[in-house]
């Protein structure tokens, strides 16, 4: 890694956007000047009122340190870099803040271009006082956004830079580092002024933004709009009626779906025989239901006649009571019946957008039309635990549920996922829990397999380090031992194949034309992970398909690890914005409307050439609610906004990627 200090010329280019555009050059221009400039595979080029390289390897970055002492950015709520490529092919670069994880940004920068990449500071926790005026939100105005980060904005050490897909002479330059949008904590009079922030529609008030409406008049007319687009745009000509490629290769028909390794590539194959992506969206038709008791004073009042049948909108659940905002402003547009026709128009929606598949939680009575594939979703876990499998109950549930459920024979389920995110821990994990107690007939199987590999208790003893006298001293324990790792190891394994083993098995039982979806892994960052392996390769022998939520900017590195072979889907991914009136830009950020809708696009079509992909699933079909659903999320995240009106960059971009997928992957 080589080091250069930054000189004055540089830091002259540095500058604080502030509101209303009014910039100062200090404070960046003072933090910098302390710091040094780190680079990987770059050499240096020139040096003026930018730092320019030329990259010398396939894969290089730049890293800020900030020297001895470490930044503040906590003022404000974005870092921004402004990148040129004077390549003749496109770029992707990609800002870590801190070296966190989540703290992150990215960009596409066209050839002969300049883009701006902006990073949102995310706030590791928030004041008492913040979380008592605005609780159960994750993005509070002002700007503070929570997630997962470790680091603190007012302590910031270093920032990067990644292009990880730059080929050797491709060059570089950085024009411009700012810190933009003051950030604020509210209290006080300045809270009270802020009351309420919520208008009748379910919009920010405080916010100008693009598609902002005023009346029920504006919901109407972008409803009269939305209908002439889907006129112009009836969706691919050339898909048959599941959304398979109809123009593409004939193989063999079963009347359901299932997976091929076709060519080279692993496929599903749709019900007719046809070569299928499944290219979906999930939460179709869910809601942005928001927890209005107990936080009346954020809300304008509605405004609606005194004789308005309020079940239509609102709700009452484990002593919330819940108000979705986006059914409301159908109630509005289309009156009580507005379920109807919203079924309706989520099929055609989909149709339009080139999307083909229904993803996970979505509403059932739009599955139901049978219009469009959709996946199905059944949970043994509980939290983020799986239950004993070796409960002669476990596996009976399994079928039992299974037996309920009536996509087990519908030819427009794709196929089951079991559980969501489980926490799966290291290669000893399970085995640790078997012997804390959490499983109990787990932990008889593991007395049973111990006993069957060693000889006497006391050569356990000896492996283990332990001193039990009897098995039933063994069984009464909660401890590990130092001695006792590959016995762990073993027993993890061993615990991991029968959870999957028995919900296959009962998968073959009560609905054998259906695909096992695995289990959702959270494993965003999976390419072959020594950490993650052994459970994925564990998942992979009885999954007809593996799957992952992977929130990252990209699915190209996603494959099976070793020399396996199987089939992947994603069941989750997104990119939020904070420019359309919510306060939190999701789990990976976009930045502005164009931007994370480019970012979708490179994101489905890295997919589709991705050999091991069978899928990308988005989360989710609607912006989430300004003051948060249950657990405080509240992205800008959705296709559709708050009054039921597309977010027009995003439904461009699906409908570009779904124009040519098949045709891309088939190269």
Not at 231 to 241: A, L, Q, R, S, Y
Not at 301 to 314: E, G, M, R
Not at 329 to 346: C, E, F, L, V
Not at 573 to 599: S, T, V
């Amino acid at each position: 890694m080589k080091t250069f200090f930054l000189s004055i010329a540089i830091l002259l280019t540095c500058s604080i956007i502030w509101a209303g555009e009014r910039s100062d050059g200090k404070l960046l221009a003072e933090i910098l000047n302390k710091g040094t400039v780190e680079t990987y595979g770059l050499e240096k080029s020139s040096q003026g009122k930018a730092l320019h390289w030329t990259a010398t390897q396939k894969g290089a970055g730049v890293v800020f340190l900030s020297g001895k002492e470490t930044w503040d950015f906590s003022p404000f709520v974005h870092l921004v870099c402004e990148v040129q490529n004077l390549a003749d092919h496109e770029l992707f670069v990609e800002c870590h803040l801190d070296g966190d994880y989540w703290s992150t940004g990215a960009a596409y920068v066209p050839a002969k271009s300049t883009r701006k990449v902006e990073t949102l500071i995310l706030r590791k926790e928030y004041s008492k006082q913040q979380l008592e005026l605005f609780p159960k939100m994750n993005g509070l105005p002002g700007g503070a956004a929570r997630l997962w980060c470790g680091y603190r904005p007012e302590s910031i050490y270093k920032f990067s830079l990644d292009f990880p897909r730059i080929q050797p002479g491709d060059q570089v330059i950085i024009r411009n580092i700012t810190l933009a949008m003051p950030y604020k904590e509210y209290s006080g009079k300045e809270y009270e002024a802020l009351l309420p922030f919520v208008d009748e529609f379910g919009q920010y008030i405080p916010a100008r933004y693009p598609g902002k409406i005023s009346g029920v008049n504006d919901i109407i007319k972008a409803d009269k709009k939305e209908e002439l687009d889907m006129k112009k745009h009836p969706g691919n000509k050339k898909w048959d009626i599941y959304g398979g490629w109809a123009d593409g290769p004939q193989l063999t028909a079963t009347g359901h779906f299932r997976v091929e390794k076709y060519q080279g590539k692993w496929w599903l194959v749709d019900p007719l025989g046809h070569l299928f992506w499944s290219h979906g969206i999930t939460c179709v038709a869910g809601g942005d239901e928001t927890n209005i008791r107990g936080r009346e004073k954020f809300y304008r009042s509605l405004n609606l006649p005194a004789d308005v049948d309020s079940s239509l909108f609102v709700s009452e659940r484990d002593g919330r009571k819940e108000l979705s905002y986006w059914k409301l402003n159908m109630y509005r547009k289309w009156g009580a019946d507005y379920k109807t026709k919203m079924i309706d128009k989520a099929n055609r929606r989909l149709r339009s957008w080139n999307i083909n598949t229904i993803a996970n939680w979505s509403n059932e009575d739009v599955i139901r039309t049978q219009k469009t594939p959709y996946t199905a979703v059944i949970h043994t876990q509980y939290g983020h635990f799986i239950q004993d499998p070796f409960s002669p109950e476990f596996q009976k549930g399994v079928e039992k549920t299974l037996g309920h459920s009536s996509a087990a024979k519908d030819e427009w389920c794709i196929g089951y996922f079991v559980d969501n995110e489980l926490g799966w821990g290291d290669n000893t994990y399970l085995a640790t829990l078997t012997l804390q107690g959490r499983y109990p007939y787990a932990k008889e199987e593991f007395k049973n397999r111990l006993v069957e590999k060693y000889a006497s208790l006391a050569e356990l003893n000896r492996t283990w380090g332990s001193d039990f006298a009897t098995w039933d001293d063994w069984m009464k324990s909660d401890s590990c031992y130092a001695g006792a790792k590959e016995d762990l190891v073993d027993f993890t394994a061993h615990v991991a194949n029968a959870y999957f083993r028995c919900i296959k098995n009962a998968l073959k039982a009560k609905a054998p034309d259906k695909l096992y979806l695995g289990c959702r892994f959270n494993y965003g960052d999976f390419a072959g992970n020594p950490v993650q392996q052994w459970i994925v390769d564990i998942a992979s022998k009885y999954c007809d398909i593996v799957s992952f939520n992977r929130y990252t900017y990209s699915a190209y590195s996603l494959h099976p690890s070793r020399n396996l072979d199987f089939p992947m889907i994603i069941g989750e991914f997104h990119f939020g914005g904070l420019d359309r009136g919510l306060l939190h830009g999701g789990l990976r950020y976009g930045g502005n409307q164009e931007n994370r809708a480019d970012l979708y696009k490179h994101y489905v079509q890295d997919a589709v050439t991705n050999p091991y992909l069978v899928g990308t699933h988005w989360f989710q079909y609607n912006d989430q609610a300004v003051t948060g659903r249950g657990d405080g999320e509240n992205y800008q995240i959705g296709f559709i906004n708050v009054y039921d009106a597309p977010n027009w960059e995003l439904v461009r971009a699906a409908r570009s990627v779904g124009e040519t997928m098949y045709e891309l992957r088939s190269k």
